[in-house]
């Protein structure tokens, strides 16, 4: 669930509290977070490194380490990071749910990083410094709000495809970052319908369908992403992006632009929300 913006906001929460931070000791309590490798393992690698960086990359949270190492985070469905300045021990008196507690680190300041996670499907990856490169470019393309995302950029990821626009935007090698709520959002703005083929958006839109992808993105980052299930700010807190929706989830609900009720379908296996006028097919 948590896309590029909610990415983002964990970053930007997490950067200032982790950089120059060494983690003193890890606790990987579930085998599935770092899965083939074997968390005991995983976790005595990350104890001792010392964060230079936090970056993210699409969806990926990276840690860069100072020796050259890199953490990759992926929070999937329902990861969240929660940074615990007086320790987890308070976290656990704030939040009874704390059996979702899937692993922590201690920074060398006392202060805890607890990685929850209800539907387990998140992953670390301990990548070394040379590998990092081949590893993102094999599965992500261009990071949209990036200068390297040029309308000719755009055009050649849909040129020639049959699936839907929808189902092609998903697909993390087209551009990387976005995911089911922001699709929408973005196909909304730039007056398309969601189940035309991609290489059908002709030239004359794509100026305008880049445009949105990055209006809708930065919208979301503005508002600390968008809060529907599990996804919480490093410090517990919401997103508000979900009360600005213009389609997603608002099935019947007039359209902002000209009134008419939104309609559902499924794209790219999805559920997927549309103006049946705005974007004709
Ligand atoms: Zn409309």
Redesign the pocket.
């Known amino acids: 669930m948590p896309e590029l913006p909610e990415v983002e906001t964990v970053r930007r929460r997490l950067e200032p509290s982790l950089t120059g931070r060494r983690f003193e000791r890890v606790d990987i309590r579930d085998a599935r977070l770092t899965r083939p490798n074997d968390p005991a393992e995983v976790a005595a690698e990350l104890e001792g490194e010392r964060i230079e960086r936090v970056d993210r990359r699409g969806k990926y949270l990276i840690f860069r380490f100072e020796s050259g190492r890199v953490l990759l985070i992926h929070l999937r469905m329902t990861g969240n990071m929660l940074y615990a300045s007086e320790g987890a021990d308070a976290v656990d008196a704030a939040d009874a749910a704390d059996a979702h507690r899937r692993a922590v680190i201690r920074l060398d300041n006392g202060a805890d990083v607890v990685y929850r996670d209800v539907r387990r499907f998140g992953t670390w990856l301990l990548v070394e410094a040379d590998e990092l490169d081949e590893y993102l470019a094999t599965r992500l393309g261009e990071e949209p709000l990036d200068r390297g995302f040029t309308v000719a950029a755009l055009a050649a990821r849909l040129r020639d495809r049959r699936a839907p626009v929808k189902a092609a935007l998903l697909d993390q090698r087209t551009l990387a970052g976005l995911g089911n709520i922001y699709v929408d959002e973005a196909l909304w703005r730039a007056r398309i319908h969601p189940l035309r083929p991609a290489g059908t958006v002709g030239s004359d839109e794509l100026p305008e369908l880049r445009r949105a992808i990055r209006r809708t993105l930065q919208a979301g980052i503005r508002r600390q992403g968008a809060t529907l299930r599990d996804y919480r700010q490093p410090d517990g807190t919401q997103g508000r992006m979900q009360t600005e929706f213009k389609v997603y989830g608002r099935e019947g609900e007039p359209?902002e632009?000209?009134g008419?009720p939104i309609e559902k379908t499924r794209a790219g296996g999805r559920g997927t929300w549309y103006?049946p006028?705005?974007q004709r097919r």
């Open positions: 359209c632009r000209c008419t103006c006028d705005c």
